[in-house]
C-alpha cells in the first residue's frame, strides 16, 4: 500500500465512450502526476498538477483532459480514444518538486 | 531533454549472486534520483531516493551510487533472492519532471 489509490483497475472502452480514471493520494502530498506506460516502452509523463495547478503538460492529445479538483484527487476524463490508447495508465504524487515519487497500482487500459 | 539508459535490460542470476543494475543520465541538473521496482502488471514501489547532494543510499540489502558528474547510477541487491525476481526502474528528476529508463527484468532461479 502505497497511499496512492487508482480507480478502476481494468478498463475495457469502445473507441467511441467516454469514461474517467479516478486517482486519491492519502499521503498529503501537493504534486500529482498521470504517466502512460505503453508495452516496451518507458514511462511517459502525461500531466503533472502541483498545488490544484497544471505546471506541465507534455504534449498529450486532447482526448485525454486531467482534472484536479482539490490535492488529494486527481482524474484523466477519456473520449474518443484509440486502440494505440491502450495501455497501463499510473498516477503519483510527490510532497514537491523533487521529491520521492509514490505511485499508485495503476488502470490498464484497453480501447476495442 | 533528459534521456536515461538502463543496462542490461535483462539479467538472470543464481540464488545468492550479487546483483548490479545500471542507469546513465544525459543532464546531470537533476533533484535526485529515484529506484523503482515494478511486477508484472503493477504499479511501481520505490526502492530508494538519492538526492543530487548524496553519493549514495543503503536500505537492507539495497544500495544505491549515484555519481551526478558522469550522470550513472548503479543499484546493488546483495544475495539476491527469486523474490527479487522483477523488473527495476531508475527515474531522474528535474523539476517536476521524472524521465524513466527502460527498466532491467531481474530473474533470480532457485
Known amino acids: 500500500e502505497t497511499g496512492v489509490t487508482q480507480t478502476p483497475r481494468h478498463l475495457v472502452m469502445g473507441m467511441t465512450n467516454k469514461k474517467s480514471l479516478k486517482c486519491e493520494q492519502h499521503?498529503?502530498?501537493?504534486?500529482m502526476y498521470w504517466y502512460k506506460q505503453s508495452a516496451k516502452k518507458p514511462l511517459e509523463l502525461m500531466f503533472v498538477?502541483?498545488?490544484?495547478?497544471?505546471?506541465e503538460n507534455n504534449s498529450v492529445p486532447s482526448r485525454f483532459s486531467p482534472e484536479c479538483p482539490n490535492s488529494s484527487h486527481l482524474f484523466l476524463h477519456l473520449h474518443t480514444l484509440q486502440p494505440e490508447d491502450s495501455a497501463l495508465y499510473l498516477c503519483?504524487?510527490?510532497?514537491?518538486?523533487?521529491?520521492?515519487?509514490?505511485f499508485g497500482q495503476g488502470t490498464r487500459l484497453t480501447v476495442v | 531533454k533528459q534521456e536515461v539508459t538502463q543496462i542490461p535490460a535483462a539479467l538472470s542470476v543464481p540464488e545468492g549472486e550479487n546483483l548490479v543494475l545500471n542507469c546513465s543520465f544525459t543532464?546531470?541538473?537533476?533533484?535526485?534520483l529515484q529506484w523503482f521496482r515494478q511486477d508484472p502488471g503493477k504499479g511501481l514501489t520505490s526502492l530508494l531516493l538519492?538526492?543530487?547532494?548524496?553519493r549514495e543510499q543503503t536500505s537492507g540489502r539495497l544500495n544505491a551510487s549515484l555519481d551526478k558528474s558522469s550522470g550513472r547510477s548503479t543499484l546493488y541487491i546483495a544475495a539476491s533472492q527469486p523474490g527479487d525476481s522483477a523488473t527495476y526502474l531508475c527515474?531522474?528528476?528535474?523539476?517536476?519532471?521524472?524521465?524513466f529508463g527502460a527498466g532491467t527484468t531481474v530473474t533470480v532461479r532457485a
Open positions: 499521503l498529503g502530498h501537493n504534486a
Open positions: 498538477y502541483s498545488l490544484e495547478e497544471r505546471v
Open positions: 503519483a504524487s510527490s510532497l514537491n518538486r523533487g521529491h520521492e515519487a509514490f
Open positions: 538519492i538526492q543530487s547532494s548524496q
Open positions: 543532464d546531470s541538473a537533476i533533484y535526485n
Open positions: 527515474a531522474a528528476s528535474n523539476d517536476y519532471k521524472l524521465s
